[in-house]
């Protein structure tokens, strides 16, 4: 079992710039990826990032360029670093967890673009 642990949401202005994190801890061990999804009411959640442990990415169209995802596997951690920010990147932002075994979604963090 994987719990993860998201923070760094917030309200920021257009142009703007937010680092998510997100903590995992329990049983994380062996290949994995970790990714960050959102969505807004109405909408099916969206992949935003992936990493993998082996440190490949990807990422929606929408996002490329702008934000970054990255890991520190000794903290077992992931970041996203969300930068020139849009009013349509407002959203609940979750980090997920995904091995062998299973997967595993953060309780999620709000991610509001507003002047």
């Known amino acids: 079992q994987v719990q993860l642990v998201e923070s760094g949401g917030g309200l920021v202005q257009p142009g703007g710039s937010l680092r998510l994190s997100c903590a995992a801890s329990g049983r994380i061990s062996g290949t994995n990826a970790m990714a960050w999804y959102r969505q807004v009411p109405g909408k099916q959640r969206e992949l935003v990032a992936r990493?993998?442990?082996?440190?490949?990415?990807n990422y929606a169209d929408s996002v490329k360029g702008r934000f970054t995802i990255s890991r520190d596997n000794a903290k077992n951690t992931v970041y996203l670093q969300m930068n020139s920010l849009k009013p349509e990147d407002t959203a609940v932002y979750y980090c997920n967890f995904q091995n062998i075994r299973g997967g595993y979604w953060g309780q999620g963090t709000q991610v509001t673009v507003s002047s």
């Open positions: 990493i993998t442990s082996g440190g490949t990415t």
